[in-house]
T-cell receptor, first 115, second 114 residues
């Protein structure tokens, strides 16, 4: 049973460029979210996708956008990269929240360095 | 606003000693509480979770945590630490109506002395 898989694992971009990160959820999961984890900090929620729509969004600018495909996989896009966007980007997946609560499972993350 | 605090940035314990990592939260809704562990350069692994019921929950790797509503705390414990437990530990809080919008604490880094 594959867990949450992310690609690429590491990448370096230049300020002003655009980046796309990819995520495949854990088998059986249909809800995907993205988190940003800056060095030395806890993860911060970016947004959540379910049924190919953005359902919730954290306090991130519109430069951060996403997409969910019919097979539940997801992409995170960041435009006009800033040095401050350098971070570990984590994808998480789960079943939709039910009466027993929702548990999210994380991938290994994509390390983005902006130079 | 929702928030999670982990008062200890870094804790060092000797192998075989007991461990307690502190977590306090501020959350308007009935919270779901989680502890995750992150090894260097890795993603987050779920240790345990609390949704309702028994306030003492057991997790993987011999960890347990106790939910104390009156103190808004969810402290993580382990009776005997192993060298492999050295990692970063994150407390997180969510709620049923908040989907995957979890609020994480800043983390506590655990070092284990041989």
């Amino acid at each position: 049973d594959a867990g949450v898989t992310q690609s690429p694992t590491h990448l370096i971009k230049t300020r002003g460029q655009q980046v796309t990160l990819r995520c495949s959820p854990k088998s059986g999961h249909d809800t995907v979210s993205w988190y940003q984890q800056a060095l030395g900090q806890g993860p911060q929620f970016i947004f959540q996708y379910y049924e190919e729509e953005e359902r919730q969004r954290g306090n991130f600018p519109d430069r951060f956008s996403g997409h969910q495909f019919p097979n539940y996989s997801s992409e995170l896009n960041v435009n006009a990269l800033l040095l401050g966007d350098s971070a570990l980007y984590l994808c998480a997946s789960s079943l939709p929240a039910d009466s027993s609560g929702n548990t999210i499972y994380f991938g290994e993350g994509s390390w983005l360095t902006v130079v | 606003a929702q928030s999670v605090t982990q008062p200890d940035i870094h804790i060092t314990v000797s192998e075989g000693a007991s461990l307690e990592l502190r977590c306090n939260y501020s959350y308007g809704a009935t919270p779901y509480l989680f502890w995750y562990v992150q090894s260097p350069g890795q993603g987050l692994q779920l240790l345990l979770k609390y949704f309702s019921g028994d306030t003492l929950v057991q997790g993987i790797k011999g960890f347990e945590a106790e939910f104390k509503r009156s103190q808004s705390s969810f402290n993580l414990r382990k009776p005997s630490v192993h060298w492999s437990d050295a990692a970063e530990y994150f407390c997180a809080v969510g709620a049923q109506n908040y989907g995957q919008n979890f609020v994480f604490g800043p983390g506590t880094r655990l070092s284990v002395l041989p």
